[in-house]
T-cell receptor
């Protein structure tokens, strides 16, 4: 069975500072991993995905994530936070056979001007 | 690509009433998923279709919930005899067919259900 754990339900950063959102996965086989962003009253928008090609994945809006098998992690980073990055971020895992996605509980990012 | 469309965006109803939501996926996507999201939580999987076939159902999906995708295009999710605990955002997503679960899902903006 797959699952993800997002450490920190709320993260605050200053505008221009580094953004680091944490995600650890649990999977018996190498998983597929995703980061999604959700703005208020909107659906989820895909930021990036890991599908076992490069371990460093670049996504939209300047975000990237690194797959670290030894740490079972897939943390999301952005070098410089922008006010428009304030939103809810979800990490998700999917298996190589099942088509189900399992989402974390989310991290709410606040950007302080 | 017009995106995943859900209707209505908001539904307010009295406890005990039946409600039906509609989802129109991205036209070339064969797979369609329904999720439920409550405040402060991530989406929880409810059910999944490949074309018109309903292939997986979550244990969360009680017998009051039913989903259809009759022609392999749009889908409906019906909740009968609604209860307070059904209040949530109901999200629909679609994806193309690929090996395993590596195809990302594209989400609609959801239907927010409020039970009075």
């Amino acid at each position: 069975a797959q699952s993800v754990t997002q450490l920190g339900s709320h993260v605050s950063v200053s505008e221009g500072a580094l953004v680091l959102l944490r995600c650890n996965y649990s999977s018996s086989v190498p998983p597929y991993l995703f980061w999604y962003v959700q703005y208020p009253n909107k659906g989820l928008q895909l930021l990036l995905k890991y599908t076992s090609a490069a371990t460093l994945v670049k996504g939209i809006n300047g975000f990237e994530a690194e797959f670290k098998k030894s740490e079972t992690s897939f943390h999301l980073t952005k070098p410089s936070a922008h006010m428009s990055d304030a939103a809810e971020y979800f990490c998700a895992v999917s298996g190589r056979i099942s088509n189900q996605f399992y989402f974390g509980t989310g991290t709410s990012l606040t950007v302080i001007p | 690509d017009t995106g995943v469309s859900q209707d209505p965006r908001h539904k307010i109803t009295k406890r005990g009433q039946n409600v039906t939501f509609r989802c129109d996926p991205i036209s070339e996507h064969n797979r369609l998923y329904w999720y439920r999201q409550t405040l402060g939580q991530g989406p929880e999987f409810l059910t999944y279709f490949q074309n018109e076939a309903q292939l997986e159902k979550s244990r969360l999906l009680s017998d009051r919930f039913s989903a259809e995708r009759p022609k392999g295009s749009f889908s409906t999710l019906e909740i009968q005899r609604t209860e307070q605990g059904d209040s949530a955002m109901y999200l629909c997503a679609s994806s193309s067919i690929g090996t395993g679960g590596h195809q990302p899902q594209h989400f609609g903006d959801g239907t927010r259900l409020s039970i009075l």
